[in-house]
């Protein structure tokens, strides 16, 4: 049985990794809190859940903008002093949000600016703790490490949304705004303890000239690179069918509201469900770093994503839109497996989109690629927040749910008919 949990040969060997991944683990879980509280305190103020999916639009402007820039940033500085300026950033951003929730300002616009602010760091910090990583382990670790740290990531996501909603409903907006605050801490605390990670030695970047250039030809560079490396390429389009067109998060607020019942309660159960699959494949991961067929476990885990999604919308449309004044426990039940399912698919995808990402790019193109992998993560949820936002305006959010699985799966095969060399990527042989 242990030849399939999860492989922690990384904590073991790298104490730097392994302080890494407690302090990120601590300050997620925090991270969660602000996520479900902000959509939360937004569909609170308009009951309107295209309102909830503009604060992906906030984010998505900065998002993009920054992490391509981010990116360059790492590649020319020190990647232990970016984490933590971002990361320190980060920290006033949810001060902020604990002001404006405290003072009771109660406009939107507030919260929207306030994403945007938090994007924008995010964008910077993501990329520079993401390229830290191969620096830590050996490159033959990578798939246990991305394990490790997906597993961290998707504990916090199925006990922060469920503390958030709790601390939502009992003592408001501004108490899981603080929570988050003194966990984001953790971080900090983590990335002051790291080594110093310059530049490599032959890197480009090196040279103190050229540090002060970074800017838009660096960031093309990147983007040149990348044009030239077609399995590297495919981890991030894959990636975008199934977010943008079949991420059902936007969803959540509405549906403890107006299908299911049960409010705040069964919007943290909902989010927690993708995070639980996340978790369940992390812990059994150890059979994934036996695994050469990378691309192929892919495309197929995505397909698993897209059959959940639908389902999922399936469950909504069968309960129907009916605003029940109890919970229908059947349709939470069915609701929450099929979620789980989604998890479950998502974390084998990312930890292998990761590790083909970081073992087939050069260090000294790791940030910029980093920088295009966060814009690739964090920004198709966020467009998905809008898309699917209005395709549950216009059908409902069953439907919108059932339309986005099957559409995800339609481009997915599209994708891989134009490339279908992922089909065969092997992780003995890498072809980036």
Same mark, same amino acid.
């Given at each position: 049985?242990?030849?399939?949990?999860?492989?922690?040969?990384?904590? =073991?060997?790298?104490?730097?990794? *392994?302080?890494?991944?407690?302090?990120?683990?601590?300050?997620?879980?925090?991270?969660?809190?602000?996520?479900?509280? #902000?959509?939360?305190?937004?569909?609170?103020?308009?009951?309107?859940?295209? @309102?909830?999916?503009? %604060?992906?639009?906030?984010?998505? #402007?900065?998002?993009?903008?920054?992490?391509?820039?981010?990116?360059?940033?790492?590649? *020319?500085?020190?990647? =232990?002093?970016?984490?933590? $300026?971002?990361?320190?950033?980060?920290?006033?951003?949810?001060?902020?949000? &604990? $002001?404006?929730? /405290?003072?009771?300002?109660?406009?939107?616009?507030?919260?929207?600016?306030?994403? @945007?602010?938090?994007?924008?760091?995010?964008?910077?910090?993501?990329?520079?703790?993401?390229?830290?990583?191969?620096?830590?382990?050996?490159?033959?670790?990578?798939?246990?490490?991305?394990? +490790?740290?997906?597993?961290?990531?998707?504990?916090?996501?199925?006990?922060?949304?469920? +503390?958030? @909603? %709790?601390?939502?409903?009992?003592?408001?907006?501004?108490?899981?705004?603080?929570?988050?605050?003194?966990?984001?801490?953790?971080?900090?605390?983590?990335?002051?303890?790291?080594? !110093?990670?310059?530049?490599?030695?032959?890197?480009?970047?090196? !040279?103190?000239?050229?540090?002060?250039? #970074?800017?838009?030809?660096?960031?093309?560079?990147?983007?040149?690179?990348?044009?030239?490396?077609?399995?590297?390429?495919?981890?991030?389009?894959?990636?975008?069918?199934?977010?943008?067109?079949?991420?059902?998060?936007?969803?959540?607020?509405?549906?403890?509201?107006?299908?299911?019942?049960?409010?705040?309660?069964?919007?943290?159960?909902?989010?927690?469900?993708?995070?639980?699959?996340?978790?369940?494949?992390?812990?059994?991961?150890?059979?994934?770093?036996?695994?050469?067929?990378?691309?192929?476990?892919?495309?197929?885990?995505?397909?698993?994503?897209?059959?959940?999604?639908?389902?999922?919308?399936?469950?909504?449309?069968?309960?129907? =839109?009916?605003?029940?004044?109890?919970?229908?426990?059947?349709?939470?039940?069915?609701?929450?497996?099929?979620?789980?399912?989604?998890?479950?698919? !998502?974390? &084998?995808?990312?930890?292998?989109?990761?590790?083909?990402?970081?073992?087939?790019?050069?260090?000294?193109?790791?940030? /910029? %690629?980093?920088?295009?992998?966060? $814009?690739?993560?964090?920004?198709?949820?966020?467009?998905?927040?809008?898309?699917?936002?209005?395709?549950?305006?216009?059908?409902?959010?069953?439907?919108?749910?059932?339309?986005?699985?099957?559409?995800?799966?339609?481009?997915?095969?599209?994708? #891989?008919?134009?490339?279908?060399?992922?089909?065969?990527? !092997?992780?003995?042989?890498?072809?980036?």
């Amino acid at each position: 049985m242990r030849r399939f949990l999860a492989d922690t040969t990384p904590l =073991r060997e790298s104490p730097a990794f *392994a302080r890494l991944w407690w302090g990120l683990g601590v300050s997620n879980l925090g991270a969660q809190l602000t996520v479900v509280a #902000v959509g939360l305190e937004v569909y609170a103020m308009t009951s309107s859940t295209f @309102a909830v999916g503009i %604060l992906g639009l906030c984010a998505l #402007v900065p998002l993009v903008i920054l992490g391509l820039y981010g990116g360059a940033l790492v590649d *020319a500085y020190d990647r =232990r002093k970016v984490a933590i $300026v971002a990361s320190s950033a980060l920290w006033l951003v949810t001060v902020a949000l &604990v $002001v404006q929730a /405290r003072a009771g300002v109660d406009e939107v616009w507030v919260l929207y600016l306030l994403v @945007a602010l938090q994007s924008a760091a995010f964008a910077i910090n993501n990329p520079a703790r993401s390229a830290i990583i191969p620096r830590l382990v050996p490159i033959a670790q990578l798939p246990a490490a991305n394990a +490790l740290m997906g597993l961290l990531g998707n504990t916090a996501m199925t006990l922060g949304p469920l +503390l958030g @909603a %709790l601390l939502v409903a009992r003592w408001g907006y501004a108490t899981a705004y603080a929570v988050d605050a003194v966990l984001f801490t953790a971080a900090l605390w983590a990335l002051v303890r790291l080594p !110093d990670l310059p530049p490599t030695e032959g890197s480009e970047r090196v !040279d103190a000239a050229r540090r002060r250039r #970074v800017g838009l030809g660096s960031v093309l560079e990147g983007l040149r690179y990348l044009a030239t490396q077609p399995n590297v390429r495919m981890t991030f389009l894959v990636d975008l069918a199934a977010m943008i067109f079949a991420m059902p998060r936007v969803l959540f607020p509405a549906i403890g509201v107006v299908i299911i019942g049960g409010g705040e309660g069964t919007t943290g159960i909902l989010t927690a469900g993708l995070a639980i699959g996340g978790v369940l494949a992390g812990l059994f991961s150890g059979g994934l770093t036996r695994i050469h067929r990378q691309g192929l476990v892919i495309v197929w885990s995505i397909v698993g994503w897209g059959l959940s999604v639908t389902a999922f919308g399936l469950v909504l449309v069968a309960a129907g =839109r009916t605003e029940p004044t109890t919970v229908l426990t059947w349709a939470l039940v069915l609701g929450f497996a099929a979620l789980v399912l989604c998890g479950i698919t !998502d974390g &084998v995808s990312a930890v292998f989109r990761t590790t083909i990402l970081q073992a087939a790019a050069p260090d000294e193109m790791r940030g /910029r %690629l980093q920088g295009v992998f966060i $814009v690739v993560v964090a920004g198709g949820p966020r467009l998905a927040d809008v898309l699917v936002g209005a395709e549950a305006t216009w059908w409902g959010e069953g439907m919108a749910a059932v339309v986005g699985g099957l559409t995800c799966i339609v481009v997915l095969g599209l994708l #891989v008919w134009r490339q279908p060399r992922f089909l065969a990527y !092997d992780a003995r042989h890498p072809e980036p």
